[in-house]
């Protein structure tokens, strides 16, 4: 009995640990790394879909919100106008690590992401 109590607690915890990742943008992060990994000149229909979810999102950052519109405004590269955008994000300490790290990849971007990008945002997700 008190080994399935044990049990029940650890799955209770897990759980719980998942939703607070989830709370803090990991999700936005995992989707946009892995549209990113795999983008080639610019974001699917699809792709767009799912980063305007996220632009619509109440619960996602502020700059996850930004990096999402960055996207879908992508092609090829990233424009003169966002580059200011991402580069603000690259630059503050209140960003997390991996808006940081998308922000200066975006920002780097040439069509699709280089093979030391593509490691970096295979570790995103």
């Known amino acids: 009995m ?8 650890a799955l209770v915890m897990l759980t719980a640990s998942g939703a607070i990742m989830a709370s803090k943008g990991h999700g936005e992060i995992k989707t946009m790394a892995s549209i990113l990994a795999g983008l080639n000149h610019h974001p699917s229909s699809a792709e767009k879909k799912q980063l305007q979810m996220i632009v619509d999102d ?3 950052s502020a700059h996850a919100k930004t990096l999402a519109q960055v996207m879908i405004d992508l092609d090829h590269k990233v424009s003169g ?32 992401a280089s093979a030391d990008d593509k490691h970096k945002l295979h570790a995103m997700h």
């Open 2 to 9: 008190k080994r399935k109590l044990g049990l029940f607690l």
């Open 58 to 60: 109440s619960h996602a």
């Open 81 to 112: 106008a966002d580059k200011a955008k991402l580069k603000k994000i690259a630059k503050d300490s209140n960003a997390n690590e991996n808006e940081r790290e998308l922000a200066n990849i975006l920002l780097n971007l040439n069509h699709k």
